[in-house]
């Protein structure tokens, strides 16, 4: 059995001093005549283990010298814990076995590479500090807001990823074929395509749940180059029922608050490095307390519009109301107005998806985008249209054929319920809270135009 007399570096700080048995990949060596040190990551946290080879009471140790950085190491010896040094225990080696070499153009070395340069190798990246901190809070993240949707009484439905709705009705899906068995109509006998968002399969399991969501990889073929955009990402998309906008932002506060807080307490080792390596101002730390913290502010697009007319910036794209908000106008209200995560409401009607709930002066929406600083929109929801005639006069009005979506419409004769949800996507929440500053650098393997690396 290779497992059980292991123990993972992360569990060394409670173990008990005595004999210990790691694995991990050498970060660094230094040796001299009497004395080696080898700093040994498994990646189950941030600082690795110090290794101690004592040559003066064990030559034999002597061989670990030309074990180079990158090879795996299984190391016997004593756990000792030291206090008083700068890493709170070492291990005091009694056998170091090499148990892969490592080539010499291994790419990771010591020195510090870009982020641009290790993109292009997605597998060796994450044994980096950078990535491996980035990629441990994706996984709390993850599991936090599993954890925070749990709790308030959400149910998990995987909705699928083949489908044959736009949902956004926005066109820029990825088509999918089948091309061995493409007969008429294909596959499916229909068009079929990888999903945009999986809203509206999940408003039927809340309308039979009370509260549902789906979490899982989206894809958009939208060809923006931008560092918050990727073709494959992961959307987390609640749906509650009797619920209207406010309740919805109560659900989107909630829960980026407390998934903040788990990556403060569950993280933070990475935390800090991200505020004292990453964030160019080194108040990551402080803002995310912030944001656990205080209540966000909030204010109507039409406010937002009068608040960027009057600022005297010289935006790139125009402002006017009825145009869409681009992100250097989301980021100078959350950024420079509100300095705080900033939720906006009452879009125009025409700005925003078919499905959402037409507010009473006929022109604006229940709907809310959460924009906060570094990232812009984190997340969009609305109240959705519960009443069956207009969200069938909308459809008309945009031009969605009825047919093609007579089941989400029945949703609205069969007991409809006001109901309301939201999306957040995964990779803006970890720009958000780590300070990196491109979404390929939060992706385990990113998809963006022109770049797809294995
Ligand atoms: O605002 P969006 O398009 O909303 C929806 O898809 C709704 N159906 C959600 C719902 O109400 N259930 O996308 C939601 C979020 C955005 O706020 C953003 O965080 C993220 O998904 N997102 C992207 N993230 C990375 N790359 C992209 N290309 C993204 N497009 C949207
Ligand atoms: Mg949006």
């Not at 990889?217 to 990402?233: M, V």
């Not at 659900?251 to 990453?278: H, K, Q, S, Y």
């Not at 790139?316 to 250097?328: A, H």
């Not at 959460?370 to 459809?395: A, D, F, T, W």
């Amino acid at each position: 059995m290779i497992h059980g007399v292991y123990t993972d570096v992360a569990a060394l700080g409670s173990a008990p001093a005595g004999e210990v048995r790691v694995r991990g990949y050498v970060r660094t060596s230094r040796f001299n005549a009497h004395v080696g040190f080898i700093e040994l990551n498994d990646g189950t946290q941030f600082y690795g283990a110090q290794v101690v080879c004592d040559l003066d009471t064990r030559p034999g140790l002597a061989a670990a010298a030309k074990y180079a950085t990158g090879s795996s190491l299984d190391v016997a010896g004593e756990l000792v814990f030291t206090p008083e040094a700068r890493q709170p225990f070492e291990i005091r080696a009694a056998s170091v076995t090499l148990v892969g070499d490592c080539d010499a153009d291994y790419p990771m070395q010591k020195k510090r590479h870009t982020l641009e340069f290790m993109r292009e190798m997605p597998h060796l990246r994450v044994r980096t500090n950078t990535f491996s901190a980035l990629f441990r809070v994706r996984n709390c993240v993850s599991m936090a807001i599993h954890e925070y949707l749990q709790s308030e009484g959400f149910m998990w439905v995987a909705t699928p990823i083949l489908t044959g709705n736009d949902a956004e009705g926005a066109g820029e899906t990825f088509g999918v074929t089948a091309d061995s068995s493409a007969g008429d109509g294909g596959f499916f006998g229909k068009p079929a395509s990888l999903t945009v968002s999986g809203q509206l399969h999940v408003e039927p399991f809340a309308l039979a749940f009370d509260r549902a969501y789906t979490f899982g990889p989206t894809f958009r073929a939208e060809n923006s180059n931008t560092t918050t955009h990727a073709a494959e990402f992961w959307m987390v998309e609640p749906e509650l029922s009797y619920a209207d906008l406010e309740d919805d932002m109560e659900v989107m506060e909630g829960l980026v608050r407390f998934v903040t807080g788990r990556v403060l307490e569950r993280c933070p080792d990475e935390t800090a490095f991200f505020n004292d390596r990453i964030d160019e101002t080194h108040t990551l730390t402080a803002r995310l307390a912030k944001t656990r913290d205080t209540d966000f502010r909030r204010m109507t697009y039409t406010e937002a519009v009068e608040l960027l007319e009057k600022s005297g910036r010289d935006f790139k794209y125009p402002v006017k109301w009825g145009l869409d908000l681009k992100t250097e106008h989301e980021r100078y209200l959350c950024e420079e107005v509100a300095q705080s995560p900033l939720f906006l409401t009452d879009y125009p009607k025409d700005i925003k998806a078919f499905y959402m709930r037409l507010n009473p002066d006929g022109k604006t929406v229940a709907a809310c985008d959460l924009l906060v600083p570094g990232v812009g929109e984190l997340i969009g929801g609305s109240q959705r249209e519960e009443r069956y005639g207009e969200l069938i006069r909308r459809m008309n009005e945009v031009g969605i054929p009825v047919e093609s979506l007579s089941w989400y419409a029945d949703l609205r004769r069969f007991g409809s319920v006001p109901h309301a949800g939201f999306g957040l996507g995964l990779e803006r929440f970890l720009l958000y809270v780590t300070a990196i500053g491109n979404i390929r650098d939060t992706l385990p393997y990113a998809r963006t135009p022109g770049n797809m690396v294995f």
